[in-house]
T-cell receptor, first 119, second 108 residues
């Protein structure tokens, strides 16, 4: 199956700093990438959707100025948590989907996740 | 809100088939049925998906009722490594709305 990687796998930062998380599709071109957040003992919540070369679409309640998403190429999307605070501590997971005509077009493939701890 | 209903938890003996049900009575004609699973502290793993017909791959089988209002994921020979939360999701193939899923425990 298609492989999606994330980096870093875990990060600890001080309150007020910014953190960048990378999401890469390793063996297919990701027309669309998604970012999710998961708090302990809860399910995944979609934060935003990004198409390559376009601005991301954010879900209701997600601050676009705080969670900056860039999808500059067909294999890379980044999520930057700006001025992070302890309440932003969570498990951030990306997923990628190929174009509709590609084998990976109907399915989202998920990265392993990034655990963020803000002190 | 998730458009699917799944049991909160299930148990299965190792080596036996695990049958995970899912109700999706309001599914639309263009929506697929997707199954993912999440092992603790990892990203979700794609298992299988289907539109109308039953599907089988190396991991599992997906049985979709003729009216498409429910489906069953079958793990033919469950192992301890299949212990995870299993999510049944209906979607036209775009954003996925994760519900609470079924926590499957495979016991020795």
């Amino acid at each position: 199956g298609a492989v999606v990687s994330q980096h870093p796998s875990r990060v600890i930062c001080k309150s007020g700093t910014s953190v960048k998380i990378e999401c890469r599709s390793l063996d297919f071109q990701a027309t669309t990438m998604f970012w999710y957040r998961q708090f302990p003992k809860q399910s995944l919540m979609l934060m935003a959707t990004s198409n390559e070369g376009s601005k991301a679409t954010y879900e209701q309640g997600v601050e676009k100025d705080k969670f900056l998403i860039n999808h500059a190429s067909l294999t890379l999307s980044t999520l930057t948590v700006t001025s992070a605070h302890p309440e932003d501590s969570s498990f951030y997971i990306c997923s990628a989907r190929g174009g509709w005509r590609e084998p990976e077009g109907e399915t989202q493939y998920f990265g392993p996740g990034t655990r963020l701890l803000v002190l | 809100d998730a458009k699917t209903t799944q049991p909160t938890s299930m148990d299965c003996a190792e080596g036996r088939a695990a049958n995970l049900p899912c109700n999706h009575s309001t599914i639309s004609g263009n929506e697929y049925v997707y199954w993912y699973r999440q092992i603790h502290s990892q990203g979700p793993q794609y298992i299988i998906h289907g539109l109308k017909n039953n599907e089988t791959n190396e991991m599992a089988s997906l049985i979709i009722t003729e009216d498409r209002k429910s489906s069953t994921l079958i793990l033919p020979h469950a192992t301890l490594r299949d212990t995870a939360v299993y999510y049944c999701i209906v979607s036209p193939g775009y954003a996925l709305n994760f519900g609470k899923g079924t926590s499957l425990l495979v016991t020795p």
